[in-house]
């Protein structure tokens, strides 16, 4: 009987674990290891087929499995498991301080366990590369989105060029950024010219662009 129970549990979380990845569409493999029974355990044959359900709220991590026969002589045993979803996520290569911005060489995609992760990590490398640290980093770390922030590629005082944009007509001019900003972020800009302090949207390095 312990060995029906295993191969019921089993059969059941790998269904459960594959309509968990397709509604929530998630890639990855995962493995099942269900616990050992005591061999002495002793239930009576079931008279119909045993119904399986989930005890736990995802069937990821730690989780338990009831196994139930509602035949003639009905019976309920609690089976422990283990299911990993493992996945490439992004690690350190090497260790960085506080405020770093990640470069292509400092993260690599690695296979981790996600189950035993929190939430923020991230599956690609330009998810992060690019980003500023918000705190020390060592080797093998899996990154989080919790743990960076859009790295500052303009610079209070910073001489720009701001693009004013019309369909497809633009035209430039020099301005003065009042205040930092990183890539898509919004900063304040003086237009040299006309000295009109105008709001700005952070395209690249010394480069803000505006609607006309």
């Not at 009987?1 to 549990?9: F, N, R, S």
């Not at 674990?17 to 061999?39: C, F, H």
């Amino acid at each position: 009987m312990p060995e029906q129970l295993i191969g019921v549990t089993q059969g059941f979380l790998e269904f459960t674990v594959e309509d968990y990845l397709a509604t929530t569409q998630t890639s990855g493999r995962y493995e099942i290891e269900v616990n050992k029974l005591d061999p002495r355990l002793r239930m009576p044959l079931c008279s119909q087929q045993l119904d399986a359900s989930l005890e736990s709220p995802t069937p990821l991590g730690r989780v338990t499995v009831k196994v139930r026969c509602e035949g003639s002589a009905p019976w309920t045993v609690f089976v422990p498991a283990q299911v990993r979803l493992l996945r490439e996520v992004v690690v350190m290569t090497r260790p960085l301080k506080r405020e770093s911005v990640i470069g292509d060489g400092d993260v690599a995609l690695r296979e981790r366990d996600v189950g035993t992760l929190g939430p923020g990590y991230l599956t690609q490398l330009d998810q992060a590369v690019g980003m500023k640290l918000l705190r020390p980093t060592v080797i093998d770390q899996v990154l989080t989105q919790q743990a960076m922030q859009q790295a500052e590629v303009i610079q209070k005082g910073d001489h720009v060029v701001i693009i004013a944009r019309s369909g497809t007509l633009s035209v430039r001019m020099p301005g003065e950024a009042l205040s930092k900003g990183g890539l898509q972020e919004q900063i304040r800009v003086r237009n040299l010219n006309s000295k009109r302090v105008v709001k700005a949207r952070v395209t690249g390095p010394g480069q803000v662009e505006v609607a006309m």
